[in-house]
């Protein structure tokens, strides 16, 4: 082979080694999902006696337990024990306490669980088995709340997060039993999605509230489920708001088990945003084996070429 055509080809070998050196940059980019931060675990297998509270498995945030006039029932669950909610018992878990003495012209707070107040990606996450619906409005697995002053009652609360069912009166078209996930953003607006379908009754459902980049989606034993939006829209933007408390099982007739709360936040924070810029990596990645192609091309033409 001559001098010039072993040249010529060296350089069609620097050129396709560029492309499949450039090609994984826009590739790997694409973070792959992990599980993200758990910052909240409560299994809901014990009251103890001792406080009415019940654990949480990271340490961090246990729960106070609460009803009237009673407690929720321990039972038989999913994974051991699990909780039976009645309508009126639920469990409590403070992000921070509203302080004070005397009462103060604007509220002070003293955090207690920042971790919980999560307020870009989250997901929220239960097993439930629903025997019934109580005629409200939401029927919460997991609602985050926050008091606007130091009154701290439950009528004087803002909705700020929840993965809740669907009962009572509608005016929106929504079935009775439908799974909801709500957020509220910074910018006082309500965000709401449900499910076309109604959670089915005495069997176990695993139930899932996710804020991402590309929006809230609901899922029911590992599957997203189509979804109406009632209020607002499905990707709103800005922080969720700030909160006071979680509730779970709040205005329920559910056994609950194993509820978690997690922060996606290092799933997506860094993240290449695939939704948005998948064109862009295709349009490049198909350039760049477009010119790889065109330059092996034209050095074969260029080899094999009579010489003149």
Same mark, same amino acid.
């Given at each position: 082979m001559l001098k010039g055509s072993k040249n010529k080809i060296k350089i069609l070998t620097l050129c396709l080694l560029l492309a499949s050196m450039v090609s994984p940059i826009f590739m790997t980019t694409v973070k792959a999902q992990n599980n993200g931060d758990l910052v909240g675990n409560w299994p809901l297998n014990e009251i103890k006696t001792t406080d009415n509270s019940t654990t949480d498995t990271t340490d961090v945030n246990n729960g106070?337990?609460?009803?009237? +006039?009673?407690?929720?029932?321990? *039972?038989?669950?999913? @994974?051991?024990? &699990? !909780?039976?909610?009645?309508?009126?018992?639920?469990?409590?878990?403070? %992000?921070? @306490? /509203? /302080?004070?003495?005397?009462?103060? +012209? #604007? &509220?002070?707070?003293?955090? *207690?669980?920042?971790?919980?107040? =999560?307020?870009?990606?989250? #997901?929220?996450?239960?097993? =439930?088995? *629903?025997?019934? !619906?109580?005629? /409200?409005?939401?029927?919460? =697995? %997991?609602?985050?709340?926050?008091?606007?002053? #130091?009154?701290?009652?439950?009528?004087?609360?803002?909705?700020?997060?929840?993965?809740?069912?669907?009962?009572?009166p509608s005016e929106d078209g929504v079935v009775e039993g439908a799974l909801s996930g709500y957020i509220l953003t910074d910018s006082g607006e309500a965000n709401e999605i449900v499910t076309t379908k109604s959670i089915p009754l005495n069997q176990w459902v695993d139930v899932v509230f996710a804020r991402t980049p590309t929006g809230m989606h609901l899922y029911v034993n590992g599957e997203e489920q189509t979804v109406n939006v009632v209020q607002g829209i499905q990707n709103p933007k800005g922080k969720i708001m700030s909160g006071t408390e979680f509730y779970f099982g709040h205005d329920g007739l559910a056994t609950i088990d194993d509820v978690s709360i997690t922060d996606l936040g290092s799933v997506y924070e860094n993240a290449f945003d695939i939704g948005n810029n998948m064109v862009i990596v295709i349009i490049a990645v198909s350039l760049i084996f477009a010119v790889a192609w065109l330059l092996r091309r034209a050095i074969q033409l260029w080899i094999i070429r009579p010489k003149i």
């Open positions: 106070i337990v609460a009803g009237h +006039p009673d407690l929720p029932t321990v *039972v038989d669950g999913k @994974f051991g024990k &699990a !909780f039976q909610f009645n309508g009126d018992n639920f469990v409590y878990v403070p %992000i921070k @306490f /509203v /302080v004070g003495f005397p009462p103060t +012209p #604007q &509220a002070v707070y003293m955090p *207690v669980s920042p971790n919980l107040d =999560i307020q870009k990606y989250v #997901q929220a996450e239960a097993w =439930i088995n *629903v025997s019934g !619906f109580k005629n /409200v409005t939401y029927n919460n =697995i %997991i609602v985050k709340c926050n008091h606007p002053d #130091q009154a701290c009652s439950w009528q004087n609360t803002t909705r700020v997060l929840g993965l809740s069912l669907r009962a009572g």
